[in-house]
């Protein structure tokens, strides 16, 4: 049984930052593909970042990018995200997520396999 975990969310104003935290565990000998999603009220979850198993690739989505930063402890299953410059527009639950066995690269919900309960991002204007 793998389990995925998130932390760091929070409230914070607009122009700020967060770091966001996530730990999977319960696959001895295995390191994941890594992400994160987000899902904010109304909206399907969205892809947000995703890092390679070995910290070597980093994909994001457009409105990521410049301002988010997806890293991982090296060969751990853990990885951050950290957020700068936050809008009001960031405000959602983000999910991390972990891939074992979707296709490489992927930005999609199918790509991953086990999934957190995510945490809430509230940006205030």
């Known amino acids: 049984q793998v389990h995925v975990v998130e932390s760091g969310g929070g409230l914070v104003q607009a122009g700020g930052s967060l770091r966001l935290s996530c730990a999977a565990s319960g696959r001895t000998g295995v390191t994941f593909a890594m992400g994160w999603f987000r899902q904010a009220r109304g909206k399907e979850r969205e892809f947000v970042a995703r890092i390679s198993w070995n910290g070597a690739n980093t994909y994001y989505a457009d409105s990521a990018k410049g301002r988010f930063t997806i890293s991982r402890a090296n060969a751990k299953n853990t990885v951050y995200l950290q957020m700068n410059s936050l809008k009001p527009e960031d405000t959602a639950v983000y999910y991390c997520?972990?891939?074992?066995?979707?296709?490489?690269?992927?930005?999609?919900?199918?790509?991953?396999?086990?999934w957190g309960q995510g945490t809430q991002v509230t940006v205030s204007s």
């Open positions: 997520a972990a891939a074992e066995y979707g296709p490489p690269g992927s930005s999609t919900e199918a790509g991953f396999d086990y």
